[in-house]
């Protein structure tokens, strides 16, 4: 959150959103990648990493952020060719996140309700 918090000018509540709007659209950006890279669809392929390359400039996620940036400019210099460890590192990075994100959830939820 730190990295999210001094990329958004010192605005937690604005870290926040973008995150959450990184991590709501998780997801969607998985299945896109996952069934270009089932068919082998270059141009799908490239649209959805280009998509999930810019959520994850502000927000505070470094190793998605580097992996997808990386994955982003292979594809477009070499293609699809020998990228599988690529796109493999790429679906590891979204599952940690997405798995830190319920966790976060969790961990709020728990101390909401003993609030209440």
Same mark, same amino acid.
């Given at each position: 959150?730190?990295?999210?918090?001094?990329?958004?000018?010192?605005?937690?509540?604005?870290?926040?959103?973008?995150?959450?709007?990184?991590?709501?659209?998780?997801?969607?950006?998985?299945?896109?990648?996952?069934?270009?890279? =089932?068919?082998? #669809?270059?141009? $799908?392929? *490239?649209?959805?990493?280009?998509?999930?390359?810019? !959520?994850? &400039?502000?927000?505070?996620?470094?190793?998605?952020?580097?992996?997808?940036?990386?994955?982003?400019?292979?594809?477009?210099?070499?293609?699809?060719?020998?990228?599988?460890?690529?796109?493999? =590192?790429?679906? #590891?990075?979204? $599952?940690? *996140?997405?798995?830190?994100?319920?966790?976060?959830? !969790?961990? &709020?939820?728990?101390?909401?309700?003993?609030?209440?």
């Amino acid at each position: 959150m730190a990295l999210g918090i001094e990329m958004a000018g010192g605005r937690k509540a604005l870290a926040l959103e973008m995150l959450g709007l990184l991590i709501k659209s998780l997801p969607e950006s998985e299945v896109t990648i996952r069934r270009a890279w =089932a068919v082998q #669809d270059g141009e $799908a392929m *490239l649209d959805g990493v280009h998509y999930l390359n810019g !959520a994850c &400039r502000y927000c505070g996620v470094p190793r998605l952020a580097l992996l997808v940036e990386a994955l982003e400019t292979r594809l477009r210099v070499s293609g699809l060719d020998q990228l599988e460890d690529d796109v493999a =590192a790429l679906f #590891d990075a979204i $599952a940690s *996140l997405a798995q830190w994100a319920q966790s976060e959830e !969790a961990k &709020r939820s728990s101390t909401t309700k003993a609030m209440a």
